[in-house]
């Protein structure tokens, strides 16, 4: 269910946009899928933020924009001042916050997530103490109940115990908030400049008190810098970018003060000092802030105007004046906000299901969308991973950041090549960019100018590759081809080091010299997180690339690549019939279990044993033949009773909340038995997804599993890394258009769709009958129309033809 809505929020008004998009999704639990939309429906009415900020969802409910630099949303507190409730700021359970942070990562791990930048926290009361020395949030925070929270597309409004209320609403790098307090009591605006989610190298802020403003910046980083994963803790403990902000106010302050670490000082104007990266006892009482006071017995509304820049002050305050009109109030910027989410958002629109059901599509796209985001300023200016300032390159239009690769690549970045080639070539360009200034090295996870290299693999071969093959040509493809090329293919330094071992390796290609000998990465020697895991990851990455290869026109690396994309076989051991690890020896590592990590990153052998995806048929040769195969995987997603096993917790089966294994419902396509995928996905979108804080699986990884959610429910799905090729299964909503500025609309329909019909009887493309389970790339360049007949029982004979199977 929906949560329930603060009365004091405002609600918008407008005209539905005029696109018209539709495709059939399914509920999280069975709902009458035959009410239509409304005429004057608005995709942005249809979308709950709260969704995911549940269940390890680690999604925030703030105000954000698509793309946009800025997420204005809270930071939550279980009571530690150096920690917060959950991975990016915000926990549903979780309802006590110490400010409203500027910046935030959709969906990520790592508690405490990422960014969560200058929280201003609303206060009642007199500031007498340092801020700083409230560890444990006891005095400088407050309480607040979901009834006086609301979170719609753009803007969030949220009424405190203490009797303030925060309304905000942003543009794409600046923001608009409307503070109230309650009347006659002493009210107060706090920055923490220095307490980010991580903590903070340095912080600076300064108040004018003669020109009603508040300007300062954070010095941070640090992302996954608390976690070892089983390396060493503070590896990733280090700084990478500076966000600027600056405010300005509707009214003067009636007084003023900063503090740092425990001194507070009445009536100072300007303060430094950040926290440092560490945790708990070691970073309690420091940092530094400042705060502005207002009169409130005559008047206790204050409004902010507030810019943000990662190049400069003079950046932040250039792109307020861009994009918010000096007397914008929160409802203009919030209305044009609501606009800006309808023009995307209608890039897909459904007809029919009901209103649960279309609640959960539309947020999930709203998710998917939310990334890549927008570090370059209105002028064109941005932070290199040098940390240099740059301007755009030639043809682009913005400089985008925050790239979960691992977790991306697998659909996420597909969804957005299919709907916004626009954007996804301004990010293939962004990330060859950042390439360039890092000495040529392909960073696994980008955070704002920043090489975290978290996980393993190298994603970004196979997410360009993947741009390219889907039409995206508006990026230096040719650049990016031979950088990524060379990177793999031949070995450097940062390749034999073991910083920040296992997690956050740095090199893009650990030990390659070793790779390209012995055809896997050993596990003894693979300066890795798991072998096995670096030896699949890679074999899809060179598959990818063997496939733009060919497409270029580049007929020895597509050759070499394509060879390499098969190393996978060489992880495989016919004797436990198991992905596993090998050492330079040529031996397996044991002891060995399938439900074992060992070798792996995040996921077992008996996951990872299944991420063949560019050769699922000699996957299935290897485990004895299709029919085999597919019985394997029918235990993959049942338990021994028979019962669906799709929502995680056993390390043998199926696990929803995590990017390994989302691709193996897909996979009884290619076995000839697509019907099984069909019943496979319809059960994990009815089952593990839906409505309310908990309507995600697990961790949203920058719009992964909701891109997930968006092609299941569309009845497509990506087949692999490196090609435009969809796998279809059985649309959930009886129609669908997909509307493409650029190319032709792509039109879905299922007329029979609803909670009995799971099953495709048959189908056709562009008025002719489809025999197969998979469509070619015309469909995703070209446009085009798929007819789904639904039934509600298997069809067991419908592409299931030797020469009608997926690869």
């Known amino acids: 269910m929906r949560h329930s809505q603060p009365d004091t929020a405002r609600r918008f008004g407008a005209k539905t946009a005029a ?59 279980r009571g530690d001042q150096t920690s917060t409730g959950a991975a990016n700021g915000y926990q549903y359970d979780v309802t006590r916050i110490r400010g409203l942070s500027l910046t935030h990562v959709n969906g990520a791990g790592c508690n405490p997530g990422a960014a969560g930048d200058v929280p201003i926290m609303p206060f009642v009361g007199d500031v007498t103490s340092s801020p700083s020395a409230d560890t444990k949030d006891a005095t400088y925070a407050s309480n607040f109940s979901h009834a006086d929270e609301k979170a719609v597309p753009g803007r969030y409004t949220l009424g405190l115990d203490s009797g303030a209320t925060a309304d905000l609403a942003v543009s794409k790098r600046a923001g608009v908030a409307d503070f109230t307090f309650p009347a006659g009591r002493p009210a107060n605006l706090l920055f923490r400049v220095s307490n980010s ?27 996954c810098g608390r976690r070892g994963n089983g390396g060493t803790p503070n590896n990733n403990r280090k700084t990478y970018y500076r966000l600027y902000f600056s405010a300005s106010f509707d009214r003067a302050f009636s007084s003023v003060g900063t503090w740092h670490d425990a001194t507070l000082s009445p009536g100072s104007t300007t303060a430094s000092g950040g926290e440092g990266y560490a945790t708990g006892a070691d970073r309690a009482g420091r940092g530094s802030g400042g705060w502005v006071g207002f009169e409130t017995s005559s008047d206790n509304d204050v409004t902010m105007h507030l810019g943000i820049s990662y190049v400069s002050l003079a950046g932040a305050e250039n792109n307020l004046r861009s994009e918010i009109a000096p007397r914008a109030s929160v409802t203009d910027v919030a209305e044009a906000g609501a606009r800006a989410w309808d023009r995307e958002l209608s890039s897909v629109r459904v007809d029919g299901g009901g209103a649960d059901r279309r609640t959960t599509f539309y947020t999930a796209l709203y998710h998917a969308l939310m990334q890549p985001g927008v570090i370059s300023d209105a002028d064109g200016r941005y932070r290199g991973m040098d940390q240099a300032v740059h301007r755009l390159a030639r043809g682009q239009l913005a400089q985008y950041s925050n790239f979960s690769g691992w977790d991306q690549y697998r659909a996420q970045i597909q969804l957005l090549a299919l709907l916004k080639p626009r954007v996804a070539g301004d990010f293939a360009q962004s990330l060859y960019n950042f390439a360039q200034q ?33 039409g995206v040509r508006n990026f230096d493809y040719q ?17 034999l080091s073991d910083a920040g071992c296992p997690g956050q390796c740095v090199g893009e290609r650990p030990n390659l010299a070793q790779y390209m000998s012995s055809h896997y990465a050993a596990q003894d020697v693979c300066h890795c997180w798991g072998g096995a895991a670096e030896t699949l990851e890679d074999s899809i990455a060179d598959s990818a690339l063997g496939q733009w290869a060919k497409l270029l026109g580049r ?5 070499e690549f394509t060879e390499r994309g098969a190393y996978w076989r060489n992880v495989f051991n016919p004797g436990t019939g198991y992905a596993q690890a090998r050492k330079l020896d040529g031996g397996w590592v044991t002891p060995f279990s399938p439900g074992s990590d060992l070798g792996f990153a995040q996921g077992t052998s008996a996951t990872y044993t299944w991420m063949v995806p560019q050769d699922v048929q000699g996957l299935a040769s290897v485990m004895g033949g299709r029919d085999r195969a597919a019985a394997r995987l029918d235990g993959f997603f049942h338990n021994a009773d028979g019962s669906w096993s799709v929502k995680g917790g056993d390390p043998l089966r199926y696990d929803p909340t995590n990017e390994p294994g989302i691709h193996a419902p897909w996979l009884y396509n290619a076995l000839g038995q697509p019907w099984k995928t069909q019943a496979t996905v319809r059960q994990i979108l009815d089952t593990v997804y839906g409505t309310g804080p908990a309507g995600l699986p697990g961790n949203d990884d920058l719009g992964t599993m909701s891109a997930w959610y968006v092609f299941a429910a569309l009845g497509i799905y990506p087949r692999t890394p490196g090609s435009a090729d969809l796998l279809l299964g059985a649309p959930v909503f009886p129609r669908a258009v997909l509307h493409r500025s650029d190319r032709a609309d792509i039109v879905v329909t299922a007329p029979a769709a609803d909670d009995t019909h799971h099953y495709v009887d048959g ?34 004979r419908w592409a299931t033809g030797e020469g009608d199977l997926p690869k």
């Open 19 to 77: 696109v018209v998009i539709t495709t059939v999704l399914a509920a999280a639990v069975p709902i009458p899928s035959t009410a239509a939309p409304t005429a004057a429906e608005r995709p942005s009415s249809l979308v709950d933020p709260l969704i995911g900020s549940k269940n390890s969802g680690t999604t925030y409910p703030g105000a954000t924009l698509p793309y946009g630099m800025i997420g204005w949303s809270p930071t939550s507190t």
């Open 197 to 223: 989610l991580n903590g903070s190298e340095d912080a600076h802020i300064d108040i004018d008190a003669a020109h009603r403003k508040v300007t300062g910046s954070v010095l941070t980083g640090a992302f």
């Open 438 to 470: 890092n000495g040529g090295v392909w960073d696994r996870w980008v955070h704002i100018s920043g090489a975290t290299h978290v996980m393993t693999g190298d994603p970004t071969a196979a997410t360009l590759a993947t741009f390219y093959a889907m």
């Open 479 to 495: 650049g990016a081809f031979d950088s990524l090329v060379h990177q793999a293919t031949v070995p450097n330094a940062d390749e």
């Open 555 to 559: 007929d020895k690396e597509a050759k």
């Open 763 to 796: 189908a056709r493309l562009n008025g002719r009958d489809l025999n197969r389970s998979w469509v070619g790339r015309s469909l995703t360049l070209s446009g085009g129309r798929l007819d789904f007949q639904l039934g509600t029982t298997p069809d067991t």
